[in-house]
C-alpha cells in the first residue's frame, strides 16, 4: 500500500519537472539560463502566498509589499558596503526579518482585532498601494538611508550580487541557488502539509468556528502563518534583487500581487505540486508573450482565469492528478481474484 500511495501522478511529474530543470542549465546559453532563474524566484515568491491562502485560508492581496520590502532592505544595505560581505548577509537577513516583522503586526491587528476575514484582501491591498505611492515620491536627495538614495520612481540600481568574500552568487551560481531554494521550500511544504501543524491549518482553512471549538487558537496560528509568509515573501524579494539587481517601486505593486493570485486560482489551492510547477509554466508563457510584443496577453490571461474558475474550480493542477491517478489505476495490473482468496485461506505463521 505504501508504494501505491507514493506512485502517483502528482509525484511523477514533480520529479519529471525538477530533474528537467536541474539539467537544463547544461543544455542551453547563459541568458536563458538567467532567465530562468526569476522562474524560481517566483515560485518561491508563489509560495509564501499559497503558505496563507492554500493552506490557511488567508487571502492576501498585499504579498507584492513584503516582496519589495525585502528586496529594497537588501538593496540598501548592500550599496552602502558594496565590497562588504558582513553588510550584504545583513541586508539578507533584515530582508526577510522586517517584512516578517511587519507581517506579525499587521497580523496581530487583523486577528486579535477580529476583523472579517473578507477585509483582508482589501487591508493588504491597500498596504501594497501605499507603499508603492509613498516610494515613487522619494526621489529627492533627503531620502536616503545608509547613505544611500531611494530615488524614487528609479528605485534603486547597481544592487551588488550577494557575495561570500570574492565569490558573487550570479549566472549559474544564482540559477542553482534559486533551485535549490525553491526545491528546499517545496519539499518543506510538502512535508508539513502531512504534520499536525499542516492539517491544523487546513482545519482553519475549512472551518475556522469549528477549530476554534476544538480548542485551537486560531488568531495565534493565523498570526504566525500570516508573518512567516511576509518572511518568505520578502526573501524572494532579496532574491530578485541580487538577481536583477535592482527594485523600483513598481516591486510593491499589486499587480505583482496579481500574478500569484492568479497562479493559485488557476493552479488550485489543494495541490502544492500543481502551483509550483504551473507558476514556472505561467511565468514563462508571459514572458514570451511579452518579449514577442502581444498586445492581447492581458485579455488571454484575464480570459483563461475566468474559464477555469467556471469549469475547472479546483484548478488546473489538482484536476490532472485526478485523471492521471485514474489512469494509472486503470494500467496497473491488478492481483486476480484467486490470488486474494488463498491468501486469506493459507494458515498463519506460528
Not at 492581496?61 to 520590502?69: L, N, R, S, T, V
Not at 524614487?152 to 542553482?176: C, E
Request: charged letters at 10%; glycine letters at 12%.
Amino acid at each position: 500500500m505504501k508504494s501505491k500511495r507514493w506512485f502517483c501522478t502528482e509525484n511523477l511529474m514533480a520529479l519529471i519537472f525538477w530533474v528537467a530543470t536541474f539539467i537544463y542549465p547544461f543544455t542551453t546559453s547563459g541568458y536563458k539560463v538567467d532567465n530562468f532563474t526569476y522562474y524560481f524566484i517566483m515560485i518561491v515568491f508563489m509560495l509564501s502566498l499559497y503558505l496563507l491562502w492554500g493552506y490557511t485560508g488567508i487571502f492576501s492581496f498585499g504579498q507584492a509589499a513584503f516582496f519589495g520590502i525585502g528586496a529594497y532592505v537588501y538593496g540598501i544595505f548592500s550599496k552602502a558596503s558594496p565590497k562588504s560581505t558582513g553588510m550584504g548577509l545583513l541586508g539578507i537577513v533584515l530582508g526577510c526579518v522586517i517584512p516578517m516583522i511587519l507581517a506579525l503586526i499587521l497580523g496581530i491587528f487583523i486577528y486579535y482585532g477580529h476583523i472579517n476575514a473578507s477585509f483582508i484582501g482589501i487591508i493588504t491591498f491597500c498596504l501594497s498601494l501605499t507603499l508603492q505611492t509613498f516610494m515613487t515620491q522619494t526621489s529627492g536627495p533627503e531620502w536616503q538611508i545608509l547613505g544611500v538614495k531611494l530615488g524614487g520612481f528609479n528605485g534603486l540600481n547597481k544592487i551588488p550580487a550577494i557575495h561570500f568574500g570574492g565569490f558573487q552568487i550570479k549566472g549559474m551560481t544564482m540559477y542553482f541557488v534559486s533551485f535549490a531554494i525553491a526545491l528546499g521550500a517545496y519539499i518543506l511544504f510538502r512535508v508539513i502539509q502531512k504534520s499536525n501543524f499542516g492539517y491544523t491549518m487546513l482545519s482553519i482553512r475549512e472551518n475556522p468556528e469549528r477549530s476554534e471549538l476544538f480548542g485551537y487558537d486560531t488568531a495565534k496560528i493565523s498570526t504566525i502563518v500570516f508573518a512567516i509568509g511576509g518572511g518568505i515573501a520578502g526573501f524572494a524579494g532579496v532574491l530578485f534583487a541580487s538577481w536583477g539587481a535592482y527594485v523600483v517601486p513598481s516591486t510593491l505593486s499589486t499587480s505583482t500581487s496579481f500574478i500569484a493570485v492568479i497562479i493559485i486560482a488557476l493552479a488550485g489551492r489543494y495541490s502544492v505540486t500543481g502551483a509550483t510547477i504551473f507558476t514556472f509554466f505561467y511565468v514563462w508563457f508571459t514572458r514570451a508573450m511579452a518579449a514577442a510584443g502581444s498586445e492581447y496577453s492581458q485579455v488571454l490571461q484575464g480570459l483563461l482565469l475566468v474559464i477555469i474558475i467556471l469549469f475547472i474550480p479546483r484548478g488546473i493542477g489538482e484536476t490532472i492528478f485526478s485523471f492521471g491517478d485514474s489512469l494509472l489505476k486503470k494500467l496497473t495490473p491488478k492481483k486476480s481474484s484467486k490470488v486474494r482468496v488463498a491468501k486469506k485461506l493459507s494458515p498463519g505463521k506460528g
